[in-house]
C-alpha cells in the first residue's frame, strides 16, 4: 500500500469497508481498495458476546501495510446501523439463543424493494421498515416490475396506508418507468442500500441508476415468485456521480429484535389506543373499557393491523431477551475460560 510511509509505519488512517467475506475485509481509501484483517481483540469481544465485527459501510481506523493485508483497529461511530438476529441457521421459532448482526452501515436511504406480483407481502415490508427506523435510517418501498401489472395504483396505496414514515416509488428497472422519481435520493455523497427478496429487481435496477451493466440480472421464477439469487454478497461500490450503492443478497425471512421504536413509529396510532384503555395492564380482549377493541369495532383500526402490531411487537421482545441471554453466556463462558488459562498459568 503506497501510503508515503515505511513499512513499519503505524500511522493510522480512516477508510470505508466496501466489501466483507468473514475474517477478510477491504477497505476503500483514497479510491483505491485494500486488503484488511481485524486485530485480535475484536475475536475476543465477539467472544463475550460484545462487540461487532466491521460491516460494509463502515468507516475504520486502519494501519497500513505494505507487506501484507491492513490492521483494522477501531470501528468509528455509526451514523446508522442496519441490524438483524442472527440465528445461526435455525428457524426463529426453534432458536434458543441469538445475537444481533451488523447487515450494512452509514446509510443514509435503505431501497427496500418488492416486486408487484405474489412476492408483495406486507408483513415482510414492515419488518424492514421497522428495522430501518430502528437503526436512523430512511426506508424507501420501490415497488418494482411495474410493467407487468396493469395499475400500481393499489399497490401503492398498501404502502402508504402502513405509515407515514414510509415513501413509496413504483418503477420497472427494465424498461426505466418511474426511474425520475428516484432523482432527490441519488445526489453526491449520498449512500443507498438495496434490499429485498431474490429476484425482485435489485441489480436491475442499480445497472438503470449507473447507466451501465454493473451487475448480473436474473428473474422471478413464474413457477413460485420466488427469486433466483445473482447478489452473493454485500459490496459497495461508488456511481459517477457521486451516489455510493450497497447492494445486497436477497433475503426471504428477517427476524427482528429490539425494534420496538421503529414499530411505534410505524404504529404510533395503535400506541396511542393502548394508553387509552381503563386498565394499564389491559391484555385488550375481553377487558372492559378496551380502547384497542373498541377501536377494532367502530373500523377505526382493523383486527389484521392489530394482529400484526402485537404479534411483531411480541417477536421483537421476545428476541431482545434471547439476546441478552445469548450475551451473558458467551460473557460467562469466555470469563470462566480465561480463568481457567490463569489458574493454569500460575500452578
Not at 481506523?61 to 491492513?70: A, I, L, Q, S
Not at 441519488?186 to 435489485?202: D, F, N, Q
Request: aromatic content about 6%; charged content about 20%; overall charge neutral.
Amino acid at each position: 500500500m503506497n501510503t508515503n510511509n515505511t513499512e513499519n509505519t503505524t500511522a493510522s488512517l480512516t477508510g470505508r469497508i466496501c466489501s466483507a467475506q468473514k475474517d477478510s475485509f477491504r477497505i476503500l481509501y483514497n479510491g483505491q481498495e485494500y486488503p484488511a484483517v481485524v486485530r485480535g481483540r475484536f475475536y475476543n469481544e465477539n467472544q463475550k458476546g460484545r462487540g461487532q465485527f466491521p460491516v460494509v459501510g463502515d468507516y475504520v481506523e486502519f494501519t497500513p501495510n505494505d507487506k501484507g493485508p491492513c490492521r483494522i483497529n477501531e470501528i468509528c461511530p455509526r451514523r446508522t446501523v442496519f441490524m438483524r438476529p442472527d440465528q445461526s441457521g435455525h428457524a426463529m421459532g426453534y432458536v434458543k439463543n441469538l445475537v444481533e448482526q451488523a447487515m450494512v452501515a452509514n446509510v443514509d436511504y435503505i431501497f427496500f424493494l418488492m416486486s408487484m406480483n405474489d412476492n408483495f407481502n406486507t408483513n415482510r415490508m414492515i419488518r424492514y421498515i421497522s428495522t430501518v427506523l430502528q437503526g436512523g435510517g430512511t426506508p424507501v418501498v420501490i415497488l418494482t416490475k411495474a410493467d407487468l401489472v396493469a395499475d400500481p395504483a393499489p399497490y401503492i396505496a398498501k404502502v402508504q396506508e402502513l405509515s407515514d414514515q414510509v415513501q413509496v416509488c413504483a418503477i420497472s428497472g427494465l424498461w426505466g418507468i418511474g426511474l425520475e422519481q428516484l432523482a432527490p435520493y441519488l445526489t453526491s455523497g449520498t449512500t443507498i442500500a438495496l434490499m429485498g427478496s431474490s429476484g425482485v429487481g435489485k441489480s436491475t435496477l442499480l445497472n438503470a441508476i449507473a447507466g451501465k451493466d454493473l451487475m448480473k440480472t436474473g428473474s422471478i421464477r413464474e413457477s413460485d415468485s420466488k427469486g433466483r439469487h445473482t447478489t452473493t454478497s454485500r459490496e459497495l461500490m461508488t456511481l459517477e456521480n457521486g451516489v455510493t450503492i450497497i447492494d445486497t443478497p436477497g433475503m426471504r425471512e428477517l427476524g427482528i429484535c429490539d425494534v420496538e421504536d421503529g414499530l411505534h413509529q410505524i404504529y404510533r396510532h395503535i400506541e396511542e389506543l393502548t394508553e387509552q384503555c381503563r386498565f394499564s395492564n389491559c391484555g385488550h380482549t375481553v377487558e372492559p373499557g378496551c380502547a384497542v377493541r373498541a377501536a377494532i369495532a367502530d373500523g377505526t383500526i382493523s383486527e389484521d393491523d392489530w394482529n400484526t402490531y402485537r404479534d411483531l411487537t411480541q417477536e421483537s421482545r421476545r428476541n431482545h431477551k434471547l439476546m441478552i441471554r445469548q450475551q451473558r453466556a458467551m460473557n460467562d463462558a469466555f470469563n470462566k475460560k480465561r480463568n481457567l488459562a490463569d489458574s493454569s498459568r500460575y500452578r
